[in-house]
């Protein structure tokens, strides 16, 4: 039973436990409310399903590896600053590798719930670029996010299957092959923009800003 730290910290690191001594698929809101030494109430007060606790867990490596880049401007190049960035997320995730297997293989079998868990990985891999100082806005800016978000889901399945050093040779590989990409959508962009600034003098059409999907609402559909 988790006795010290905030409801909610209690909350995921039960979470994080029992996810690495059994099948997460397995694994009960009331295991989890028990687990944490908190009521059914209370954690429905928390969170709304076991995919807002692995979300808020997220969130939670995004602070972990946030609060400790230099406070100094990197020189170095884009694609090893986004490297020494995510090298540090993969860090902060080695204590919990078989917890989140876990939740791998949960999420794998419910649509709903990798979608949901997808859009959290967007999200961090927004503020993994901000933070190496690379530019996540725009068309160009949202090729960037999805196609980091799924090269993160190949490290990962490396590092799962293998070890740190394995996942990351994947993230060098990734990182490389999505740089091809982006250079070849960067020159891409610049050549439509001309048609694109036509349009919007002619239509008035201006694109419609999506929502960031940074809380626990995201997970209503999330199974027990």
Do not use: C
Not at 76 to 93: K, Q, S
Not at 114 to 138: K, P, Q
Request: glycine share 6%.
């Amino acid at each position: 039973m988790n006795s010290g730290g905030s409801p909610r910290d209690r909350v995921i690191n039960a979470t994080l436990q029992l996810a690495a001594r059994r099948e997460f698929g397995d694994v009960t809101l009331t295991d989890i409310a028990q687990e944490a030494g908190i009521s059914l109430a209370d954690l429905r007060e928390l969170f709304p399903s076991k995919g807002a606790i692995v979300g808020a867990f997220s969130r939670r490596i995004d602070r972990e590896v946030l609060d400790v880049l230099p406070k100094e401007a990197s020189h170095e190049p884009a694609r090893e600053r986004l490297y020494d960035v995510l090298r540090r997320r993969l860090d902060a995730l080695e204590p919990h590798r078989d917890a989140l297997a876990s939740v791998g293989r949960w999420a794998s079998r419910d649509p709903l719930t990798a979608a949901a868990l997808n859009r959290e990985t967007v999200n961090s891999m927004r503020f993994m670029l901000e933070a190496a100082d690379i530019d996540s806005e725009g068309p160009v800016g949202s090729l960037k996010l999805q196609g980091l978000a799924l090269a993160w889901s190949r490290v990962l399945e490396d590092w799962f299957a293998g070890d740190v050093h394995d996942a990351l040779s994947t993230l060098d590989r990734e990182l490389t092959r999505g740089e091809r990409y982006v250079d070849r959508a960067e020159d891409f962009a610049r050549l439509t923009r001309p048609f694109y600034s036509f349009a919007q003098s002619l239509f008035g059409w201006r694109p419609r800003r999506g929502r960031d999907h940074d809380d626990d609402s995201d997970y209503p559909h999330a199974r027990a």
